[in-house]
């Protein structure tokens, strides 16, 4: 049984963090869960998110993309890489500064069929990313 604290300490999985803004990046990946995950990765596109995903291999990872990407929508990958995510238990939240209306809705639809697992809006408190972290878990049936 773990304790208190290293409840969110997530060992060898893996955490990406797809963001054309640096400071988010900076914000998810080395403030937020700075301990969290070993091994730690962003990228800055769709096309690097992309190539990103298909390198993640590790069972029970997180991902984390903005909405609004330079080269594409981060719905699209989660939707390329959905099959892949499903059978290993990798989970996807899509983080947006304001979504609203038809991208609201875009969302809400891909929660809805488990594409992705939840979202974030921006800002978001620290609390909160860890919040969804651990609601994913729960929901695979992993103990933290």
């Known amino acids: 049984m773990q304790t208190m604290t290293n409840l969110y300490t997530y060992g060898e999985r893996e955490l990406l963090v797809i963001d ?3 400071g988010m990046i900076r914000v998810v990946k080395d403030r937020i869960l700075t301990k969290d995950f070993e091994r730690k990765h962003s990228a800055a ?12 291999t590790t069972p029970q ?7 609004h990407l330079p080269g594409g929508v981060g719905l699209d990958l989660a939707k390329i890489s959905h099959s892949t995510r499903k059978r290993l238990q990798i989970g ?3 983080m947006s500064g304001g979504a609203a209306g038809k991208e609201m809705d875009m969302i809400e639809q891909a929660i809805q069929e488990g594409v992705i697992e939840g979202y974030l809006s921006k800002p978001f408190p620290p ?3 860890k919040e969804v972290i ?7 049936g992993v103990e933290l």
């Open 20 to 22: 054309d803004e640096p």
């Open 45 to 56: 596109n769709f096309e690097e998110g992309k190539e990103a995903i298909e390198k993640l």
């Open 61 to 67: 990872s997180i991902i984390f993309s903005d909405f």
């Open 92 to 94: 996807m939240f899509i």
């Open 127 to 129: 609390s909160q990313v």
């Open 134 to 140: 651990k609601q994913f878990y729960q929901k695979i």
